[in-house]
């Protein structure tokens, strides 16, 4: 058996079995560390994954409670300016409207819009004031001159209402009221157009 053992090792050695051998380990060394650096790379990928993910997360979770607090805001702001457009509508009707014909009840008449304006008014003020922060400032420009008209129309109502001065120059500005009734109910249709636009821009 000794005798055999050194021919195989002199075979070896006659074929640069050293060398052999040498590669052979160096070859499975290697293959050992890359199996360890592939399992290292594939735990940092897994882990970049993980947090990229709940990055991801966080930002669709960031982005749905700031939609949310969008809508819920236009939710209550959009009602109170179509209140007001209503109201202010009534102090300058374009078209038939039907007051009382006694005097006393005419004036009654017209004072109670009167009054249900100046409540539209400072409901639709106190609620884009109290949101205005949240609101795009395109959006928030429109509002304000849309409150503009309307405020207008309000503060000319006690001397050029139907209860108003009769003068030719006050008839003139009357007339102008008239007509920006229908300017305003078309600036709040071009306003739900805008929010709209908007909401459906958010939403691709």
């Known amino acids: ?38 399992d290292k790379y594939k735990a940092e990928l897994n882990s970049q994954i993980e ?13 749905q409670t700031k939609f949310d607090k969008e809508f819920g805001i236009y939710g209550k702001l959009m009602p109170a300016l179509l209140e007001l457009t209503e109201k202010t509508y009534w102090l300058f009707p374009y078209g038939f409207d039907y007051p009382p014909q006694d005097e006393d009840e005419k004036k009654a008449f017209y004072q109670k819009r009167y009054e249900a304006a100046f409540d539209s008014l400072k409901k639709a003020q106190y609620t884009l ?50 007509k920006r009734s229908n300017e305003i109910s078309s600036k709040y249709d071009e306003l739900i157009r805008q929010l709209r636009s908007y909401i459906c821009d958010q939403l691709k």
């Open 129 to 178: 004031g109290g949101y205005s922060v949240f609101v795009p400032e395109e959006i928030y420009n429109s509002i304000n001159e849309y409150y503009r008209l309307c405020k207008l129309q309000f503060d000319l109502f006690p001397n050029f209402g139907p209860m108003g001065m009769k003068d030719v120059e006050s008839n003139k500005v009357r007339s102008e009221c008239y």
């Open 1 to 38: 058996m000794s005798e055999f053992w050194q021919h195989i090792f002199g075979f070896i050695a006659s074929v640069g079995g050293a060398g052999v051998i040498i590669g052979f380990v160096v070859k499975f060394a290697a293959n050992r560390i890359a199996d360890r650096m592939s």
């Open 51 to 63: 947090t990229l993910k709940a990055d991801l997360s966080n930002r669709n979770h960031s982005y």
